[in-house]
């Protein structure tokens, strides 16, 4: 057990003070807090402006002075409205000034009702916001309602207000925000798969500087497996809790607030559901970083990491896949499937548990596969490690590493 403290201290120390780590956290960290600034920089860059400017031109007085209802909705715009007759030429000269930055005209024609939207390119538009459509039409057919002389009876029987619900057919209902469940998805894939990456990259590392020879001749490639796997682990399990930590409180600080429960609904995180993704963060990197062991102890140069961890990221990639594209239909048997085979149950599992979908039994069969699935693996990466480990030859082909593990000497 001090061997295994003693590789791993000496990997943490090695782990943090790497520039690369330092640096590539750091940027990290200043994209979050810059991501979530964007709106408030947009804000500061428009002159603190909620929208486009958008000037209406109804000198005809079409709308007869209902236009005024249009700054009473939120359509995200800064409405100006005259009854000037400006000219195609004095909109033109608006636009480009700065003043406005789009123009509605509102003329008779022949009976009809004719709307020139004006804007700077039409490449930039491409057309008429379906939007602002709709509300011209809705407030010219209200008004013109409203000039029949229709008791309100009769206006709500031509008006009906439908109430639409949305139900399923499923016993098992999903609640959540989908959105947030594919983003945490994405950060947990990503923060297990870098971190495990880190395992290959740091034995071969060793391999090249011949530290490696000094480790095994001072303690056991399975304290070496064992303490470099935990030791990583530790550093990828606090970079990750500094990096959700930080985009949390950047959120809460810099977002507004309607925003942040309309769009990033967080009221299923909960600090079960917190501790459980901890211990599926902490079981898929075992999972995967082991893995990468084995084959990080089967190439001598660092040129070969890529080709001989290809399998490995093959395997990632569809354990990710699986439990990402399966969150389109949760309450789907595919789904249920990601959240127990052990290569896709670290990115499902918990959003499972946050749709609601799981219960303690499915959890503990769940960690059950996973803690097996460990094992195994342990078994094998540390019988191939052993004897690959002090290879300087050619990268091992995958016919030796099968002999390796059946050979009964090693």
Known sequence: MRDILTVMKFTIKEMVKRKSFIISTLIILLLIVIGFNIPNLMKKLNGESTGDKLLIVDNENVFEGNLELLKQMDLGYEFEITNQNLKFDDIKQKIENGEIAEAIVIEKQAGNVRIRYIVESTSMMGEVPEGLINTFNSLYTSMQIGKLGLTEAELQS?????????????????????????????????????????????ITTEKTSKIMETLVTSTS?????????????????????????????SAKAFLDPELLNNVLDMSNITPYLGIITIIYFILGYFTYALLYALTGSTVSKPEDIQSANTPVTLLAM?????????????????????????????????????????????????????????????????????????????????????????????
Request: net charge neutral.
């Open 221 to 249: 490639p399975r304290t070496i497996v064992l303490g470099k796997t935990i030791g990583i682990g530790i550093v990828g399990l606090l970079q990750m809790i500094v990096i959700v930590a930080t985009a949390l409180i």
């Open 318 to 410: 569809v354990g990710f896949y699986l439990s990402y594209f399966t969150m389109m239909n949760p309450t789907s048997s595919l789904n249920l499937f990601a959240s127990l085979f052990p290569i896709s149950s670290p990115f499902c599992m918990p959003f499972r548990i946050m749709m609601g979908l799981s219960n303690g039994t499915d959890v503990a069969i769940s960690i059950a596969i996973l803690i097996v699935t460990i094992l195994v693996i342990v078994k094998v990466a540390i019988k191939i490690y052993s004897n690959a480990i002090l290879n300087y030859g050619t990268k091992m082909s995958f016919k030796d590493i099968i002999n390796i593990y059946k050979d009964k000497k090693n």
């Open 158 to 202: 031509i008006t009906p207000n439908f109430e639409f619900t949305l139900e399923q057919t499923d016993e098992e209902e999903a609640s959540g925000n989908i959105l947030v469940m594919m983003m945490m998805s994405i950060v947990l894939f990503y923060a297990i798969y870098f971190c495990a990456y880190q395992v290959s990259s740091s």
